[in-house]
């Protein structure tokens, strides 16, 4: 008698809903089943019984037939004693026969179920045969009872599979076909019930076998002869050279010719493309149509020196954008550069195609995509990709879905995956995202297509990322020089045996008659003439300037050599002052704020109205206004920015009661543009890229990344350094990102102390960015319009402060932000000294210690040491602060931070401070050093050796002992 022993191991997933479904049937009217589940109902065991009964209750509601589960019909209405119409009595069942019939159907949905779950195990993924299968037991159909001699019974498995009934042979050779042939679908681990059917309907039955035409797969030849081609033509034109050619992966190009196809056929308008080196330049010739002469011309070092801006970088560095038309659509496709450090456009792409979609006012999502091309050790190896796909369903940050395309080489440098990762894929991390992952044979072009198509359809329905695992092979070593076959023998003795993809796919079309071997010949000489001409035009080639400053960025150029900040117009009118000022401290009618949030709306409100005491969040607040109600918009992100770390921004307001959220900078008059700002996931590197990467596109929005505490902002370096500091130059892309980094000792230990302001420093060169470490609210106000104020852009890097949020000594008036008011690069004395000439010391600082400094001079009464703020570190204020210091002639000078000696900006302003003294030819030659002593540590976790060491500094800042 079947009982619970059976139902536990059939209960489980699409078979518990079946099972389910079918026994709510039965107890409503037993005849609406097949006669052989009604024996096994009938006989089952009380135990067995309540599992099917509390499945039913669970789970009793349609189902689309053919999917997980079959479709129930409407059970009939009940009929009482003598009604006519009562269904006849089921014909009585062999009880052997019936049970045998019941396990086989449930036997069979485990198996099925298995196979959709598992087949991926033994799909032929590797081009190479190296892999070694092991077959899995939940595959084997003697795990469910099954033998050879029940091969051909018929099996009832209702519509599963598209078949009412089959036998075992049928079902297993459908499910080998469609999930262990040249694609592995991993699927199942996703929770959303249509996604997984929409997979699982397009991949049974293995469609790709049969579904391509002539002409689809004449392209294709074509896709893989252009990808083929151009490598072996660079290899016999420039042997030697560096390329990280695409030999082994040409596949990759059809695919991406795919996926581009398919999106502009689904609506998408503009396209990014972020990837790797291995097959970078087939991808900017083949896919993203840069000339083949221009790239020849490269490879033979044209255009160097006075041909091209900036310091140039590496041809498998470098992007590049075009537009084309496919089926009559057109479509703008770029290619993003970007650094050795592989995964690291990642956000960056994504970031740029959020900003395009915003400025299109598109929140469906649909009007740009990002393809991210992936080599399979940096995808397992390198936590930006988990990052970057983290953020793909957060509101702040998701882009609709991302097309990812892994080439698999299954090697990394010389890494096998038995090094490189701990999961079975290199993919794995993608299901912490539910992202379904389709690996597939790179030897076996139209399995690649079908999924290239496959996984675009699912982004573009689902707005989900999804990836695609190309596994092939690196016919080269790491690069063209490097010999591969010292670390991997046997796989190098394989490779060089094997026939390219083209070849293969060239003899199989002309096996089956699609392309002729004449024709494919034919193909592959036509792109060869090409190629021929194309390198007899590099001979003379020359370089146009580059088209950086066209498009959204047309009216912008690159930046002077003098201090330019003096001729930016940041002052903004009286009236528009206070009218951001009115909306920031207006709450509506019927909104419970926080009793304390409104205390601080009175007080804006008193400051603005009286023009007095305007603290750091309200100058900040004014620079956001103002800009919004003149057409720009702000993005500002991070981790919890909308309050601020310090609960000193409160840019979203938070109803008490019903957690409605109120913006008032998004309420100070008809027309204006929108503030966002978005609380970010815990992350830096994959968060500032994604920013970095919005600023790219869009130079009329101000764009923010906040450092929670700004040494955080190390887990963001390689941003900082690959991208922020040096892609101008680079790359000749301009960004116009704001970094707010909050910096200060105030005896809060190591790690909330420095934002490492000396790391950006070392930095800086050639005018590159600015970086800032500023004392007023009115001269954050202005360094943050100038942003989109100047005629060009550069990446601003500021100190924020922390005490000095709330401080009483830190505030403007509202005339500082108002007509005649700029951005001061560096900021005189405040205070009534001694005349110029008896001042017998000039201390100068930036940043928070100026107010101890100041404070500390007031209460001991010193009137002969004067104190003067460098505001902005970089570019070095060379012209400003000499005109400054030129009254105080007769004075020693003296550098004083907060930072130990080795930190800080000592080391990078002590010769320019020197530079500065010796042109003016006065008392002081060079200055002296003020601060704490060399440390590893930034700062001591000490509170009552802090005090000491700030009053010990500060007093000999001072001259005080």
């Not at 001591?940 to 500060?954: F, S």
């Amino acid at each position: 008698m079947p009982g619970v022993d059976i139902l536990a191991s059939a209960m489980t997933g699409a078979n518990a809903t079946f099972l389910a479904d079918l026994y709510a049937r039965w107890v409503q009217a037993p005849d609406s089943v097949d006669a052989s589940f009604q024996e096994l109902f009938a006989a089952l065991n009380d135990d067995a019984r309540a599992v099917l009964g509390d499945a039913a209750g669970a789970s009793w509601a349609p189902r689309p037939r053919g999917g997980f589960a079959p479709e129930p019909e409407a059970p009939p209405a009940a009929k009482g004693k003598g009604d006519k119409g009562a269904a006849p009595a089921a014909k009585p069942a062999d009880p052997a026969a019936s049970k045998q019939q019941v396990l086989d159907s449930i036997r069979a949905l485990m198996l099925i179920r298995a196979y959709r779950v598992r087949g991926h195990l033994e799909a032929d993924l590797d081009p190479l045969g190296l892999q070694k299968k092991k077959l899995h037991a939940e595959l084997d159909p003697k795990t469910y009872g099954f033998s050879d001699a029940d091969l051909d019974r018929p099996i009832f498995i209702d519509k599963v599979l598209g078949r009412e009934t089959a036998t075992l042979r049928e079902i297993l050779s459908i499910l080998k076909a469609s999930y262990c042939g040249t694609i592995g679908v991993e699927f199942m681990h996703i929770q959303d019930p249509e996604q997984k059917a929409f997979i699982q309907q397009r991949v049974e039955g293995a469609p790709w076998r049969s579904g391509f035409g002539k002409d689809e797969k004449r392209t294709i030849l074509q896709q893989l002869t252009e990808a083929e081609g151009f490598e072996a033509y660079c290899a016999r034109k420039f042997v030697g050279t560096k390329r990280f050619g695409l030999e082994g992966g040409e596949s990759t190009i059809p695919a991406l010719q795919a996926v581009i196809a398919t999106a502009a056929q689904g609506g998408v308008g503009e396209i990014a493309i972020g990837m790797a080196h291995r097959g970078r330049l087939s991808t900017l010739v083949n896919v993203v149509k840069k000339s083949f002469t221009q790239v020849f011309a490269e490879f033979k070092g044209a255009g160097h020196a006075e041909d091209v801006q900036g310091s140039g970088d590496v041809k498998y560095h470098l992007g590049t954008s075009t537009d084309v038309e496919i089926e009559g659509r057109p479509v703008h496709l770029s290619l993003q550069p970007n650094p050795s450090h592989l995964e690291a456009v990642d956000p960056v792409v994504i970031g740029k195609v959020r900003a395009r979609q915003d400025m299109a006012a598109d929140t469906g999502r649909k009007s740009v995509m990002a393809i991210l091309l992936h080599g399979d050790a940096a995808f397992a190896g390198q936590g930006v990709v988990y990052e970057t796909m983290a953020m793909s369903q957060l509101i702040g940050y998701r882009v609709g879905g991302t097309v990812h395309v892994v080439t698999n080489n299954q090697i990394g440098f010389t890494t096998t995956p038995a090094h490189a990762y701990s999961g079975l894929y290199c993919t794995d991390v993608a299901k912490s995202v539910q992202a379904p992952i389709l690996h597939v044979n790179g030897d076996d072009p139209e399995a690649v297509v079908f999924c290239a198509r496959l996984a675009t359809e699912f982004r573009l329905k689902f707005a989900t990322d999804i990836v695609l695992d190309i596994v092939c092979y690196r016919r080269h070593g790491h690069n063209e020089s490097d010999e591969p076959a010292f670390t991997q023998p046997l796989m190098y003795a394989r490779i060089k045996e094997t026939p390219t993809t083209r070849t293969k796919y060239a003899q199989k079309l002309a096996a089956e008659g699609a392309v002729p071997e004449a024709e494919a010949q034919a193909i592959q000489d036509a792109f060869f003439a090409k190629l021929d001409e194309a390198f007899q035009a590099s001979q003379s080639f020359k370089p146009n300037k580059a088209d950086w400053l066209e498009g959204h960025w047309a009216g912008l150029k690159a930046a002077g050599n003098d201090e330019p900040e003096a001729e930016t117009d940041t002052a903004v009118q009286p009236d528009t002052l206070r009218e951001v000022g009115a909306a920031l401290s207006r709450v509506p009618e019927g909104f419970n704020a926080n009793p304390k949030i409104l205390r601080q709306l009175e007080a804006k409100k008193q400051a603005i109205e009286t023009g007095e005491g305007i603290d750091w969040a309200t100058g900040e607040a004014l620079a956001f206004g103002s800009l919004l109600v003149e057409g720009h918009r702000v993005r500002l992100s991070g981790e919890d920015v909308q309050r601020g770390t310090f609960s000193q921004r409160h840019a979203y307001l938070i109803d008490q009661q019903s957690q409605a959220e109120y913006v008032p900078l998004n309420n100070i008059r008809e027309g204006q543009r929108k503030l966002e700002a978005f609380n970010s996931l815990l992350s830096e590197f994959g968060v500032l890229g994604f920013d970095y990467g919005y600023s790219l596109a869009d130079p009329n929005t101000l764009v923010l990344w906040e450092g929670q505490f700004g040494d955080f902002a190390n887990g963001a370096q390689v941003i900082i350094d690959q991208f922020v500091a040096s892609a101008e130059t680079k790359w000749l892309r301009m960004s116009g990102l704001v970094m707010l980094l909050p910096h200060g000792y105030e005896g809060q230990g190591p790690e909330h102390s420095s934002a490492r302001l000396e790391r950006y420093l070392q930095l800086c060169a050639e005018r590159n960015m600015r970086v800032g470490n500023i004392t007023t609210p009115a001269n954050y106000f202005h360094a943050l319009r100038r942003q989109l104020r100047a005629n060009y852009r550069k990446p601003l890097v500021l100190m924020t402060p922390k005490s000095l949020l709330r401080h009483k000594l830190a505030v403007s008036s509202l005339a500082e932000f108002g007509p005649g008011s700029r951005f001061q690069v560096v900021l005189p004395e405040v205070d009534e000294l001694v005349a110029p000439e008896k001042v017998k010391r000039v201390v100068l600082c930036t940043g928070k210690v100026y107010y101890d400094l100041l404070q500390e001079r007031r209460d001991k009464g010193v009137k002969d040491v004067a104190i003067i703020r460098i505001e902005q570190l970089y570019p070095f204020p060379s012209i400003t602060l000499p005109k400054i210091l030129a009254p105080y002639s007769k004075a020693e000078v003296v550098w004083c931070q907060e930072e130990p000696e080795n930190m800080g900006a000592w080391n990078f302003l002590d010769r320019k401070i020197e530079g500065v003294l010796t042109a003016m030819g006065g008392k002081a030659k060079r200055p002296t050093y003020v601060g704490r002593p060399a440390a590893a540590s930034p700062a001591t976790g000490l509170a009552k050796v802090h005090a000491q060491q700030q009053e010990a500094l500060v007093r000999q800042a001072l001259g005080l002992g």
